[in-house]
């Protein structure tokens, strides 16, 4: 959500409002910039925080990840109704398949591309269009990316990977497995990058574009 918040703040550069408030951290007076982008961000960080704690609530019935899901929250919804009830559509999908061992890690990654698309859906027009393009195919991305740096450690601990059941693992050693599908993971990683990128250059970044 950070790279949101900065990302939004390069296209629409115009709208940041100097401010300046007391940091604990540095315990001292700190200047810096605030606008609309940046609290939806944080908002959206808020949603999709609380509902990561909640899909930990009900998988592993962790009593401290629905205690802080009860504090990261927010109270009024009204304003995001309709993206949060499309996010927890998806969310709830996800996890059915992920309960069923699904080997359609295409599907899952569409799904979480849904996901990210929801939370870059902020602007209006031909310029809101691309910007969705790009959290679609970054959301493919994060989620086939994770699976791949994951896909040692959980089949270590026999946890759910759509890798594992895409390429039919064979109890084999987890670094041979994970060498003989990465070639293809990649290509697939690839075609993501490549969309992203076009989306990107059809977006018009007013700052920061050299990073």
């Known amino acids: 959500m950070t790279f949101l918040a900065l990302f939004l703040s390069s296209i629409k550069y115009d709208i940041d409002t100097p401010k300046r408030r007391f940091c604990g951290y540095k315990v001292s007076r700190v200047n810096y910039f605030q606008n609309k982008y940046i609290d939806y961000a944080a908002v959206m ?6 509902r990561k704690l909640l899909d930990d609530y009900n998988d592993d019935k962790n009593i401290i990840s629905l205690l802080l899901s009860k504090i990261l929250n927010i109270k009024d ?3 995001f109704k309709n993206k949060i009830c499309e996010i927890d559509k998806n969310l709830k999908e996800m996890s059915l398949l992920e309960k069923q061992n699904s080997p ?3 599907r899952l990654s569409h799904i979480f591309g849904e996901i990210t698309k929801e939370t870059f859906d902020v602007l209006e027009g031909k310029e809101g269009e691309i910007l969705k393009y790009l959290g679609y195919n ?5 989620y086939v990316v994770d699976a791949l740096d994951d896909l040692e450690k959980d089949i270590r601990e026999n946890k759910y990977n759509p890798i594992v059941y895409a390429f039919n693992y064979q109890k084999e050693d987890e670094h041979k497995f994970k060498e003989r599908v990465v070639e293809n993971i990649r290509f697939v990683l ?9 989306a990107y250059e059809l977006l018009n970044i007013k700052r920061t574009r050299e990073y």
């Not at 960080?45 to 609380?50: E, M």
């Not at 970054?138 to 994060?142: F, M, S, T, V, Y």
């Open 138 to 142: 970054l959301g493919r991305w994060i």
């Open 190 to 198: 690839y075609s993501y990058l490549e969309n992203i990128t076009k």
């Open 104 to 106: 359609d890690i295409d």
């Open 45 to 50: 960080n808020i949603i999709l925080t609380n």
């Open 77 to 79: 919804t009204r304003e």
